[in-house]
């Protein structure tokens, strides 16, 4: 079973470029969300989606958009990619209230 | 607001029992979770409690949850070299669409 599956699992971008990040569940889960971890912070949230074509901004979304395309995938963009964005991505999802998330292996993104 | 605190560091013996500590600070928690992170992966689900239980038991884990004072521990027996990993709490609070807070993950260092 796939779970969570997240592309690209690295990335390197210089300041200023554009990149999506990509997340798709095969889990027939209807919420998605988007974390960032960096050291000694734990996790952060992005945005989330409860429902599909529904989306919310999380903690800290400045610098990020988000679509859930369908009930499947939910991509993460940047749109100009600033030093302070280097960080792990993580995506998950869940069915919905009280069920845990499951998460992707998540991407490393490094910018120059 | 929601807060969750989190010791950085524990180092146990091989064979010992493991205890991780989490505080968190808002009482309208409805789930509390703890995620596992081994080195370069995603978090894997450990177990998880609802916040009106006291403990809950998996093989080698044991939940307590102290409501009162807002406390929240995962027990590991017969601590293995393979739980070395860091150890995350989150709790969802009611009406957020299951969003978790993650505490900033406490790193188990298990030795010979």
């Known amino acids: 079973n796939a779970g969570v599956t997240q592309t690209p699992k690295f990335q390197v971008l210089k300041t200023g470029q554009s990149m999506t990040l990509q997340c798709a569940q095969d889990?027939?889960?209807?919420?998605m969300y988007w974390y960032r971890q960096d050291p000694g912070m734990g996790l952060r949230l992005i945005y989330y989606?409860?429902?599909?074509?529904?989306?919310d901004k999380g903690e800290v979304p400045n610098g990020y958009n988000v679509s859930r395309l369908n009930k499947r995938e939910f991509s993460l963009r940047l749109e100009s990619a600033a030093p302070s964005q280097t960080s792990v991505y993580f995506c998950?999802?869940?069915?919905?209230?009280?069920?845990?998330?499951?998460f992707g292996d998540g991407t490393r993104l490094s910018i120059l | 607001g929601e807060d969750v605190e989190q010791s950085l560091f524990l180092s146990v013996r091989e064979g010992d029992s493991s205890v991780i500590n989490c505080t968190y600070t808002?009482?309208?928690?409805?789930?509390l979770y703890w995620y596992k992170q081994e080195p370069g992966a995603g978090l894997q689900l450990l177990t998880y409690?609802?916040?009106?239980?006291d403990m809950k038991q998996d093989q080698r884990l044991t939940v307590l949850l102290n409501k009162k004072d807002k406390h929240l521990s995962l027990r590991i027996a017969d601590t293995q070299t393979g739980d070395s990993a860091i150890y995350f709490c989150a709790e969802t609070l009611t009406g957020t669409a299951s969003k978790l807070t993650f505490g900033t993950g406490t790193r188990l260092q298990v030795t010979l």
């Open positions: 889990m027939n889960h209807n919420s």
């Open positions: 998950a999802s869940t069915t919905g209230v009280g069920q845990p998330q499951h």
């Open positions: 808002d009482s309208s928690s409805t789930y």
């Open positions: 989606s409860a429902s599909e074509g529904t989306t």
């Open positions: 409690i609802f916040s009106n239980m």
